[in-house]
C-alpha cells in the first residue's frame, strides 16, 4: 500500500511540476506560440551565401518556383563576377524534383552540398535468394536440442526431412541433422526386431509346455 501511495504522489508531483512550471516540455513557448498562431518558419532550401547567382536553377526549373531576387548589397565573388541575385523558393509550386538541385554546380540549394535522392542514387535491386544461400552459424547446444527434440517418435513428422538437399544450405552445422532420421529409423527397426524377438522368446515355453503336457 506504501508503495502505491508513493507512486501516486510522485506521478501527481511531477504533473504539478509540468502544468505550473513547464517541466519536461519539449518545446519552448516561443515556438508553442509560432504553431498556435501559424507563422512557424520554414527551414531555409537555399544557402545564400554559397550561391553564385548565376540564374541556371531559375532557368530550369520546371513549375517556376525558383525565382531570383536582388540583393541589397552586391557580392563580389572574384574579378569580372559580382552577385548581384540569389534564388528564392516558392514551396506552394515547388514539386520536389531536385533539377535545381542537379542544375546547380555548387548544390546551393536545401542547404546541403550532396542532399541524396533518387537521381543520385539510381535504382537498387535487391536479390533476396542470395541472402537466403548464405550459411547461418548455429551453436552446438541448438543441434544438440533439435536432436533431442527430433528423437522422439511422436513429433516426429514423415515430410520433415525428406532428402539431405534440403537443409544443405539451411546453416552452418545443420548437415549433421540430415542423419537424424537415418539413426531414427535405425532404432525403431532395432527396436521393433528386439520387441518380435522377445515376444517369440516368451511364446516359446508355452508352446514347450502344451507339448509336454500332451505327452
Keep these: 500500500m506504501k508503495d502505491v501511495l508513493k507512486i501516486m504522489l510522485n ?3 511531477t504533473n504539478f511540476k509540468r502544468i505550473l512550471f513547464a517541466a519536461d516540455r519539449v518545446t519552448d513557448m516561443e515556438l508553442r506560440n509560432a504553431i498556435l498562431t501559424g507563422t512557424v518558419e520554414p527551414d531555409k532550401k537555399v544557402d545564400e551565401e554559397a550561391c553564385i547567382g548565376c540564374g541556371g536553377c531559375a532557368n530550369v526549373c520546371p513549375t517556376g518556383a525558383v525565382t531570383m531576387k536582388p540583393l541589397q548589397n552586391p557580392v563580389k565573388l572574384k574579378e569580372g563576377w ?3 541575385e540569389v534564388p528564392e523558393l ?12 542537379d542544375f546547380c554546380p555548387i548544390y546551393s540549394f536545401f542547404e546541403e552540398a550532396g542532399t541524396i535522392h533518387p537521381g543520385n542514387v539510381g535504382e537498387i535491386n535487391v536479390d533476396t535468394s542470395e541472402l537466403l544461400e548464405e550459411p547461418i552459424k548455429i551453436s552446438h547446444d541448438k543441434i544438440s536440442f533439435i536432436a533431442q527434440y527430433l528423437s522422439d517418435k511422436s513429433l516426429l513428422s514423415e515430410n520433415i ?3 539431405d538437399e534440403e537443409i ?12 537424424i532420421k537415418d539413426i531414427q ?3 525403431n ?3 521393433e526386431k528386439d520387441v518380435q524377438r522377445s515376444s517369440e522368446g516368451s511364446s516359446l515355453p508355452e508352446e514347450s509346455s502344451n507339448d509336454e503336457g500332451g505327452e
Excluded at 516558392?90 to 538541385?101: A, E, F, N
Excluded at 552445422?173 to 540430415?178: A, D, I, N, T
Design 168 to 179: 544443405e544450405n539451411v546453416g552452418v552445422g545443420l548437415e549433421k541433422v540430415s542423419k
Design 185 to 187: 529409423d535405425n532404432i
Design 90 to 101: 516558392d514551396p506552394l509550386k515547388c514539386v520536389v524534383c531536385y533539377w535545381c538541385h
Design 189 to 191: 527397426e532395432k527396436y
Design 161 to 163: 526431412v525428406q532428402e
Design 82 to 84: 559580382v552577385k548581384t
Design 11 to 13: 506521478g501527481a508531483y
